[in-house]
């Protein structure tokens, strides 16, 4: 089978494989889709969350089950099924609790084991997700970041008609842009340079113009954005903490103590990746429109560079297997 293998820093090859073997309570997929996340970026670009190299990414993944290694009785043949990007103990305090995104030993798919960056992908029974029939093929491999979109918002917790400045316009920052409008009726202003992707967003969510707010989402991970969220919240606002940061340099540390600005984590999802399913069918229309054209396999060492250039002006780039 064919397979992306990311093999080190900044070196990503395809390359023909054997089909992943199948443990006991795994089961086997042909992948339909895979989101290309800026996490999987990240990971080319540092190499920070890798458990073992080479290793195929793609924790974001739609498919259809091909093999059963056991008795299942959620999981049947031919089911249209997505991944649970989360790898977790099962038995730590947190999972005990159900908090498995804050598992003292949290992993991804495409991290610890070989992900969906592939025609055929294993996984573990408890790491998938049936998909409702109401959910089109082309939509259903958003639910992750959904997902991940959806937890951001019950994080920042916001009432009905709230103001919030979303800064960054990429997968987490639009998804929650568009939640924050379409759920909670939210004013939302968002800041993000790359004017073609502004108005992708603006053609799903009517933005505002905010010089003030009492809630805030930092979703681009540049200390920059964040310093220019704090400068705007009322004190005693909240900032809903989810972009990725290298470096914090230049942050006022001491306005979130004088003004007590609230942050509050945002780490991927606890059972947002179900609602976000459940929800999914009604934003058909407004997330196809934020999806850019597919690309294959093949294409993913040059679309890795073009998208950390910054050169897309969609939300999501998904791989076509």
């Known amino acids: 089978m064919k397979a992306v293998r990311l093999k080190g820093i900044g070196q990503v090859t395809v390359e023909e494989l054997s ?39 793609g924790h974001e993944l739609f498919g ?43 992993g991804f798919v495409g991290e ?73 009726k939210c004013q939302v202003a968002l800041i993000e340079p790359n004017a073609q992707r502004y108005q992708l967003i603006a053609s799903v969510v009517p933005l505002a113009t905010l010089e003030k707010y009492a809630l805030g989402v930092e979703a681009s991970g540049f200390p920059a954005a964040l310093s220019q969220l704090i400068a705007g919240i009322t004190s005693g606002g909240r900032i809903a903490m989810v972009g990725i940061f290298h470096h914090t340099d ?12 609230t942050l509050v984590g945002c780490s991927v999802f606890q059972h947002e990746q179900q609602a976000a399913l459940d929800i999914m069918a009604l934003l058909a229309d407004d997330l196809t429109r934020l999806i850019a054209p597919r690309v294959q396999l093949d294409d993913v060492p040059e679309t890795y560079q073009a998208l950390i250039a910054g050169k897309s002006a969609f939300l999501k780039t998904v791989i076509k297997i």
């Open 19 to 57: 089909p992943p073997d199948l443990p006991a309570g795994w089961a086997r997929i042909n992948v339909h889709s895979a989101g290309i996340c800026g996490s999987d970026l990240h990971n080319f670009k540092t190499g920070k969350w890798i458990a073992h190299l080479p290793v195929t990414p």
């Open 64 to 106: 259809v089950i091909s093999e059963i290694n056991g008795e299942s009785d959620r999981f049947q043949l031919g089911m249209r099924v997505v991944g649970d990007s989360r790898v977790y103990c099962g038995h730590c305090a947190f999972c005990s609790s159900g908090a498995m995104n804050l598992c003292e030993s949290l």
């Open 112 to 184: 610890v084991f070989d992900g969906g960056f592939a025609e055929q992908v294993a996984l573990p029974l408890s790491s998938m997700l049936a998909v409702p029939d109401a959910i089109p093929d082309e939509i259903a491999v958003l639910s992750e970041p959904l997902g991940v979109a959806l937890r951001v918002v019950n994080q920042l917790n916001p009432v009905e008609g709230d103001a919030v400045c979303v800064t960054g316009g990429g997968t987490i920052g639009g998804l929650t842009a568009l939640l924050l409008h379409r759920l909670k």
């Open 250 to 261: 230049g942050i006022d540390l001491n306005a979130l103590v004088e003004r007590e600005i």
